[in-house]
C-alpha cells in the first residue's frame, strides 16, 4: 500500500513537470511565442540553439546567416529567444534605438573591469564614452599635433625603410598582414601611451610575431565564455572540466601584463607632472604626449568631482582607476591594430593587382600640398611639413573610394554584434518582439545587399565615385540636399556599416580612416606594389576576419 501510495504522489507530479517543460521549451516557443511569427532559418530554431551555435563553434556564422536572410528574409529567427536582422530600418531601430548590448561582450571586461566597448547599459557606456570621444573626433585627429608628431616619426622612421629594404628582395618580397597590423600598432598605442611607450612593433619582427601568436590565441577561443558561459563556468567549478585551455589564460595574462605595464607608466608620468611648472606638460602636444590616457584621467577626474560616491562609475572606473585605464587602452590597442592591419592587408592585394589604378592614385596623391613623395636620398622632399595637410587628404576622392570599398567588401569587424530588446517589447520591422530577446545584425550581410551592391562579392570602387558624382550633381540642383539628409543619402552610404553605427558605433573610426589614408599615401607616393605568394587570402568567417593563410607578400618598387 505505501508503494501504491508512493506511486500515486510520483507519477501526477512527474508527469506535471514534463508538461510544464514541454509547454515552457517546446510549446510556447514554437507556436505561442511571438516569435514564431517571425520565419525560422532551420526547423529546430525555435526550441532549440544547437543550429546557431553549431555555426558559430565552426566558424562559419556569417556566410550562414547570409543564406538565411537569402532564403528567409530581412527578419530570421535563429534560436529560441535570437533574431538576426539584415535591413537599413531593422538596424536603425536596433542600433540608434539605444538597445543594450548582450552578455557577450563581458569577455572584453579587461582584468575584470568594464571598457566602453564591453559597456552592457547605455548610461555607464555613454559616461565611459564622454571621457575619451573628443580625442578620437574627426576635428581633434585633424588638428592634433601629437599625432602629426607621431604619424611622421612612424612613417618616415619606421615603415619606408623597410619597405626600401624589402625591394632588395625580389622574391621574397615582405608579408605584409604583419607589417600592417605592426603599422596600425604603433600608430593606436603611440596615440595611447606617447611614443616613448609604444609598442615599436615595426622595429621589433620577433617580438611582434609573438605579441601576434598570443592575440591569436586569445581570439581564437573566445566562443566557450561568450555563448556557453553558465556551462563554462559550470563544469569547471563542479568538475574541474576546463572548456578553454590553462594556456589560452596564460596568453590573456601575459597580453594584460604587456598593456597594464605601459598603462601604469604612463600614468606614473601624467600624475608626476607638477601644474604650476611651465615645464611640467613638456610632453603635451609633441610625439611623447601620450592623448588617450591623458584624456582618460582627466574624465575620471570629472566624473569623480561631479558625481563621487553617486556616479554608476564610481565601482569600477573612480576605484580601480588604474585597471580601467589599463582595460580601456587594452581594448583600444587590441582592435586598433587588428582591424586596420587586416584593411590595408586587403586593400594593397586589391591595389597590386591593378597597376593602372595604381598610377592613377598616385596623380591624386602627388597632388596634396605638401605630397608625400621622397627625394633622391630617401629623405622628405619637405621634410619639416612631410605630413600632408589632413583635411586635404580627406578629400581625395579615389583615396577615400579605395578604402571604403575595401572596408566594405573585406570588413574587418563584420560579424553579428548583438543587442537585447528592451523589457517593453518593441516593434522590429512587422513583428512585435518581447523583451530580453538576442537581436543582431552584421556588416557581412548589410555590405551584400545586391540592391545597394551590385555583385557585391567583387570588389569595385567606382561604386563609391558614382556616389560622391550623384552627391555633387544633388548639391548643385539643391543646396539642402549638402547636409546629407537621410532621405537622400544614396544607397551605398545607407547599407554601408563598416563602423556600426548610432552612439555604440566604433570610437576609433575616425582614427582608422586617418591612418589607412595616411599610410596608403606615404606607400604609393613612392612605390609600386606586386603581389609574390597571396596564398590564403581568403577571409576567414568569424566575428573579426583575417586572411586564412595570415599572411600576404608583396614586392615593393621605388619609383624613380
Avoid at 11 to 34: G, H, Q
Avoid at 283 to 288: C, F, K, Q, V, Y
Wanted: aromatic residues 10%.
Amino acid at each position: 500500500m505505501a508503494e501504491l501510495h508512493i506511486t500515486n504522489i510520483y507519477l501526477p507530479t512527474a508527469f506535471f513537470l514534463i508538461l510544464v517543460l514541454f509547454y515552457k521549451y517546446v510549446l510556447y516557443p514554437a507556436i505561442l511565442s511571438p516569435l514564431s511569427a517571425i520565419p525560422t532559418a532551420h526547423w529546430s530554431c525555435s526550441v532549440s540553439p544547437a543550429w546557431i551555435l553549431w555555426a558559430r563553434f565552426k566558424q562559419r556564422e556569417n556566410r550562414t546567416l547570409y543564406a538565411a536572410h537569402q532564403q528567409h528574409g530581412p527578419i530570421v529567427r535563429v534560436g529560441p529567444n535570437e533574431l538576426c536582422v539584415n535591413s537599413v530600418e531593422a538596424v536603425k531601430t536596433i542600433y540608434q534605438g539605444g538597445f543594450d548590448k548582450h552578455q557577450w561582450y563581458s569577455l572584453f571586461n579587461n582584468y575584470g573591469v568594464p571598457c566602453v566597448f564591453s559597456s552592457l547599459h547605455s548610461k555607464p557606456h555613454s559616461l565611459r564614452k564622454r571621457m575619451v570621444s573628443h580625442v578620437y573626433s574627426k576635428s581633434y585627429i585633424n588638428s592634433s599635433p601629437a599625432l602629426a608628431a607621431q604619424a611622421l616619426a612612424i612613417i618616415n622612421d619606421r615603415l619606408l625603410p623597410l619597405l626600401a629594404a624589402s625591394g632588395a628582395d625580389r622574391d621574397g618580397g615582405i608579408d605584409v598582414h604583419s607589417l600592417f597590423c605592426a603599422t596600425a600598432m604603433d600608430f593606436i598605442s603611440a596615440y595611447c601611451f606617447g611614443m616613448a611607450r609604444c609598442a615599436e612593433f615595426l622595429r621589433h619582427k620577433s617580438y611582434r610575431e609573438h605579441w601576434l601568436a598570443l592575440y591569436a590565441t586569445r581570439k581564437g577561443w573566445g566562443f566557450y565564455a561568450q555563448e556557453l558561459p553558465r556551462l563554462s563556468r559550470g563544469l569547471r567549478r563542479c568538475l574541474g572540466v576546463r572548456l578553454t585551455p590553462s594556456w589560452v589564460d596564460a596568453a590573456n595574462r601575459e597580453l594584460e601584463a604587456w598593456c597594464k605595464a605601459r598603462a601604469d607608466a604612463t600614468v606614473r608620468s601624467l600624475e608626476s607632472e607638477d601644474p604650476s611648472s611651465s615645464s611640467s606638460s613638456s610632453s603635451l602636444n609633441t610625439a611623447d604626449d601620450p592623448v588617450v590616457v591623458r584624456a582618460l584621467l582627466a574624465g575620471i577626474v570629472k566624473e569623480e568631482e561631479s558625481s563621487g560616491p553617486a556616479s554608476p562609475l564610481y565601482a569600477t572606473t573612480i576605484r580601480q582607476r588604474e585597471l580601467s585605464v589599463a582595460s580601456e587602452i587594452l581594448d583600444h590597442v587590441l582592435a586598433g591594430q587588428e582591424t586596420t592591419g587586416v584593411a590595408l592587408t586587403y586593400l594593397t592585394y586589391h591595389l597590386s593587382r591593378r597597376p593602372d589604378l595604381q598610377r592613377e592614385l598616385r596623380d591624386e596623391l602627388l597632388s596634396l600640398q605638401p605630397n608625400m613623395k621622397l627625394g633622391e636620398d630617401g629623405a622628405a622632399v619637405a621634410a619639416a611639413a612631410a605630413h600632408p595637410d589632413s583635411r586635404q587628404l580627406d578629400n581625395l576622392p579615389l583615396l577615400h573610394a579605395v578604402i571604403m570599398e575595401t572596408v566594405r567588401r573585406h570588413t574587418p569587424a563584420g560579424g553579428p554584434e548583438p543587442r537585447v530588446t528592451p523589457p517593453s517589447s518593441c516593434r522590429i520591422g512587422p513583428y512585435e518582439v518581447p523583451g530580453g530577446v538576442r537581436v543582431s545584425a552584421s556588416a557581412f550581410n548589410l555590405h551584400r545587399n545586391e540592391a545597394a551592391f551590385p555583385e557585391p562579392e567583387t570588389w569595385d570602387h567606382t561604386r563609391w565615385q558614382q556616389q560622391q558624382q550623384q552627391q555633387q550633381q544633388q548639391q548643385q540642383t539643391d543646396p539642402a540636399a549638402e547636409e546629407g539628409g537621410g532621405e537622400k543619402m544614396t544607397d551605398v552610404n545607407r547599407h554601408f556599416w563598416g563602423f556600426s553605427s548610432g552612439g555604440r558605433m566604433c570610437l576609433g573610426s575616425n582614427f582608422a580612416m586617418h591612418d589607412m589614408k595616411l599610410v596608403i599615401a606615404a606607400i604609393y607616393s613612392n612605390y609600386t606594389s606586386h603581389i609574390i605568394d597571396d596564398g590564403g587570402i581568403e577571409e576567414t568567417d568569424a566575428y573579426t576576419s583575417r586572411p586564412k593563410g595570415n599572411s600576404l607578400y608583396l614586392r615593393f618598387e621605388r619609383i624613380a
